[in-house]
């Protein structure tokens, strides 16, 4: 640090260089209070348990970074033990007057006595009205990191009236994917500073818009390969949206288990303030679906806890180091977005932002020099929109206020924000807006579907050489249905097959998705304990083995089903026992071989077997061909032919159901459905639907 003259004795100077404060009542950030403390060194004082951080200056000018030390304290005496180093400086005492919240700097001696009148004296901020006591739109001409001159990286043309709209298209990998359509898409988008005016707890419908579409061009591009045009898409967005210095990171590099892509960009904005995106890769990363189940046997999701700390250790880090000079010292909103995997590590980016900001309202990256360079950060300037999110910690409380201000926005439809189970006491952090649901009473959901519908089948920009990515003819998600079985034909009656196509006991999909979690799964993956140590490794190694050729999409959860059913799942479902984290399936006796009826036609299961966690294993094996036996005896009465032929045609027409039953629910994730939902829906939806 380069050395500062002031008007007072240099001895003022080097006390204050090294003062450091604590616990005990000082909880709070002290700043200059008497013309003494703003001539000699202008400095700020942020306490918080028992650490301080004190940032200097001179001449009612505030350096970047700053100074940490612990303390001790007994009554209005404050000892400071400094050192530099790990060199000892000394100590000195301060007084502290917890009726004025007033920090004073003594001196002992006689002439400590006389100096003391004068000395430099810090109050609490909020207490009383220090005159600009934070000069923010002041900054040093030149700022050095490494010995490198950042000042070249300021903008100063950057047009900061910024409110008027902007609108263009950008590209997008998508496309209806389990009917191999995927390809590089475009649609249209609308985006606006103003979406930053109001505090970030308040839901902002066109932000959420635009971030899901931010979060969309952050897949990378399906047509490039893993390099420097993977992410030209996302970069031309942020480009046509006035952005600058935009940073994809992670794109080079082909996807393994616990990699991740980000992309950076910031812009100086209106109020003085910058704004910092930062948009997290979920979709197009292949293998990275391994790391969607490294769940681990801990209290945050192993891979996705891997993902972030990549992303705040180095990825950012490198951002703000490199563009130092645009963030030191400065006002910063910042907007975090991710879609499926992107959004549970966005979720805990935003976590760990929103918790830095609540200490002392900024945020500090540490030198290796041990200086401090921090800018302002306030919890209601972290916008943090989520998509799909899965669940990612244990610490995660449904609708926390403490988070307001990181919203996911999760379909019903969609099986990816259900794992890990919340049977595991896995949840996702912030408050969460549902789509509509087709099981709610209160609205009319065929109409609001219709809407969306509408949108979907003209979500291509006007005039785009780009075929349609996804429209109503792939949308199988009405197309839903269970299958039903032997239904009343037999001694197991409509008690176990009672959830069949008849439309008196027709179920839809959010039905199914919530019965084959609350079973069927979990009977799979078994206890979270159980899964890390016996099952994890095959679920990921299936997970990655199915999208080693593929974009990312749900075919990965297939893929790790399979894993974890070779790995003792199929046992699990089979043979149960009472021990199970989940009400028992009935004796430990082979399920799946009683499930079938015999030639005999006869129930296999006997009535204690017949528990109510039965029924719904029951019905969460439906996608997978439960219509075989509903189908061999259609046929059979219908064209009067032997079981054993009848069989033979059952299995074409079970295939094809079950078929579409996958599509509808892997169609549940699908970005394009939560995008034309979100533009079908008014801005006040969540408070209507």
């Known amino acids: 640090m380069k050395k ?15 003062v450091s404060c604590g616990t005990g009542g000082l909880d709070g950030t002290y700043v200059a209070k008497n013309d003494a403390a703003k001539q000699s060194m202008y400095t700020k004082f942020i306490f918080k348990g028992g650490r301080v951080k004190v940032v200097m200056g001179a001449m009612g000018i505030e350096m970047p970074g700053g100074y940490e030390y612990g303390f001790s304290r007994e009554g209005d005496k404050v000892k400071i ?42 109050g609490k901020e909020g207490t009383f009205d220090p005159n600009n006591p934070y000069p923010e739109k002041q900054k040093p001409t030149v700022n050095t990191l490494g ?196 959004a549970a590590v966005a979720n805990l980016l935003a976590v760990d932002f929103v918790d830095e900001a609540n200490f002392d309202n900024s945020y500090d990256i540490h030198l290796s020099t041990g200086q401090i360079l921090s800018f302002s950060l306030e919890r209601k300037d972290i916008y943090a929109y989520c998509f799909a999110t899965p669940n990612n910690s244990k610490k995660a409380k449904p609708n926390d206020d403490n988070y307001n201000n990181i919203i996911s926005v999760i379909s019903p439809f969609d099986p990816v924000p259900r794992f890990p189970f919340q049977s595991w006491n896995f949840y996702k952090y912030g408050t969460c807006k549902f789509l509509p649901n087709p099981n709610s009473t209160t609205y009319d959901y065929k109409a609001l579907e219709q809407k969306m519908l509408t949108e979907l089948n003209g979500l291509n920009s006007k005039g785009s050489s780009k075929k349609n990515s996804f429209n109503e003819s792939g949308y199988f998600i009405d197309d839903f249905h269970f299958h039903q079985g032997n239904t009343g034909t037999h001694d197991c009656g409509k008690n176990i097959y009672d959830v069949g196509r008849h439309p008196k006991t027709q179920k839809n999909m959010v039905q199914y998705l919530d019965n084959m979690v609350n079973s069927t799964l979990r009977a799979v ?111 059979q009465e219908k064209e009067g032919i032997t079981k054993k032929e009848a069989r033979k045609k059952a299995v074409l027409e079970a295939a094809e159901e079950a078929r579409k039953n996958s599509y509808a629910v892997t169609s549940g994730h699908y970005p394009e459905l939560y995008l034309a939902w979100l533009k079908s829906l008014p801005s006040d939806w969540t408070k209507r639907y």
Request: proline fraction near 2%; aromatic fraction near 10%.
């Open 525 to 635: 993956f078994g206890k979270q304990e159980d899964y890390a140590k016996n099952k994890q490794a095959d679920a990921i190694n299936g997970a990655m083995e199915e999208n080693k050729d593929n974009s990312g999409d749900v075919k990965g959860f297939m893929g790790a089903l399979t894993g974890a059913l070779k790995s003792g799942g199929m046992e699990r479902l089979a043979t149960p026992n009472n021990n199970d984290d989940i009400a028992t399936l009935g004796p430990s006796k082979n399920h799946l071989e009683k499930l079938r009826l015999g030639d005999d036609n006869v129930c296999h299961i006997e009535e204690s077997e017949r528990t109510p966690a039965l029924y719904r294993f029951d019905e969460g094996w439906s996608i997978l061909g439960r219509a075989y036996d509903d189908k061999t005896k259609e046929i």
């Open 147 to 342: 010995g490198k001159d950042t000042s070249s990286y300021s903008d100063n043309k950057e047009n900061k009236d910024s409110n008027k709209p902007i609108t263009g298209t950008f590209e997008y990998s998508g496309g209806d994917i389990a009917q191999n359509k995927v390809d590089d898409y475009e649609t249209d988008f609308v985006f606006s500073t103003k979406y930053f005016n109001n505090s970030a707890s308040e839901y902002n419908h066109d932000l959420a818009i635009m971030s899901l579409q931010l979060a969309m061009a952050a897949f990378g591009l399906h047509s490039e390969t893993y390099g420097n045009n993977k992410a030209n898409n996302v970069k031309k967005l942020l480009s046509d949206m006035d952005l600058k210095n935009i940073e994809p990171k992670g794109y080079n590099t082909p996807p393994e288990e616990n990699t991740i892509a980000v992309t950076f960009a910031r812009k100086s904005i209106e109020n003085d303030y910058e704004l910092l995106v930062i948009a997290v890769r979920g979709g197009e990363y292949k293998k990275e679906w391994g790391g969607n189940f490294n769940v681990g046997n801990g209290d945050v999701h192993k891979g996705f806890e891997i993902a972030k700390e990549k992303i705040i250790n180095d990825y950012f880090d490198e951002y703000i180091r490199t563009h130092i000079n645009e963030f030191s010292g400065k006002k910063v909103k910042l907007w975090i977005t991710g879609y499926s995997r992107g």
């Open 81 to 122: 033990e400094m050192s530099v180093g790990g060199i000892s400086m000394g100590g000195i005492d301060l007084n502290y007057n917890e009726k004025t919240d007033e920090l004073r700097l003594l001196f002992g001696g006689e002439v400590g006595t006389a100096l003391n009148e004068y000395a430099p004296t810090w």
């Open 4 to 18: 500062i003259i002031t008007i007072v004795p240099i001895v003022f100077f080097m006390l204050t260089l090294f």
